[in-house]
């Protein structure tokens, strides 16, 4: 079965530490997705990777395809920080026009004044 | 920017009811997607539709149906509400990609989720 493994589950961290998160998932991905959540529910997407690494302000997106690993990285944490970080990946090529995802459980961050 | 707009934020509903959940997205996007969310289980996908009239079935289908009658819209419907059936529903909209490429994705844009209670 394919599988989308986060850790760690929950992290505490204080204001101002760097934050590592991670993501294993177990065969060929096509694209992998960080997206976050805010407490109330709503999802947005954070960033979206086929290779390398991406950066969009304080965070910091990585992904290694031969060893089947991602990491999002938070620099100068703050408490606006505080989410749950999801990972999530499209498996293989898919048949065109499939967007289908598979979503880890989460990493809730919970980062302290 | 994106809008995806479900109908409810909070519903309860009794064992047995029918059940409609509505999702509206204002992007003309193709592909839109029903997950549930349940502590320690992470978005499971329900249905998702890449079309008008056409659906596929999720990881977990059981016990539920959906309707994309317009582009816009997709419902989700819990034919016969069960206790098994609380939980959080999150709808997603995203483009179809234009090109066939084996890598690459685009961003699913997401609702605010409707948390239902069956009693």
């Known amino acids: 079965k394919n599988e989308v493994e986060q850790s760690p589950q929950n992290l505490t961290a204080q204001e101002g530490e760097f934050i590592t998160i991670n993501c294993s998932y177990s065969?060929?991905?096509?694209?992998l997705h960080w997206l976050q959540q805010h407490p109330g529910g709503g999802i947005v997407s954070l960033f979206m990777?086929?290779?390398?690494?991406k950066k969009h302000g304080r965070l910091i997106a990585t992904i290694n395809i031969q060893e089947k690993h991602s990491s999002l990285h938070i620099t100068a944490s703050h408490p606006r920080d505080s989410a749950v970080y999801i990972c999530?990946?499209?498996w293989g090529p898919g048949y065109f026009g499939n967007e289908k995802l598979t979503f880890g459980t989460g990493t809730r961050l919970t980062i302290i004044p | 920017d994106v809008k995806v707009t479900q109908s409810s934020r909070y519903l309860v509903k009794r064992t047995g009811e029918k059940v409609f959940l509505e999702c509206v997205q204002d992007?003309?996007?193709?592909?839109m997607f029903w997950y549930r969310q349940d502590p320690g289980l992470g978005l499971r996908l329900i249905y998702f539709?890449?079309?008008?009239?056409?659906?596929e079935k999720g990881d977990i289908p059981e016990g539920y149906s959906v309707s994309r009658e317009k582009k816009e819209r997709f419902s989700l419907i819990l034919e016969s509400a069960s206790t098994n059936q609380t939980s959080m529903y999150l709808c997603?909209?995203?483009?179809?990609?234009?090109?066939?490429?084996?890598?690459?994705?685009?961003?699913?844009?997401f609702g605010d989720g409707t948390r239902l209670s069956i009693l």
């Open positions: 997603a909209s995203s483009l179809r990609r234009r090109v066939i490429a084996r890598e690459g994705s685009q961003p699913q844009h």
């Open positions: 990777l086929s290779s390398g690494k």
């Open positions: 065969v060929g991905i096509s694209a």
């Open positions: 992007m003309d996007h193709e592909n």
């Open positions: 999530a990946v499209r």
């Open positions: 539709s890449y079309d008008v009239k056409m659906k």
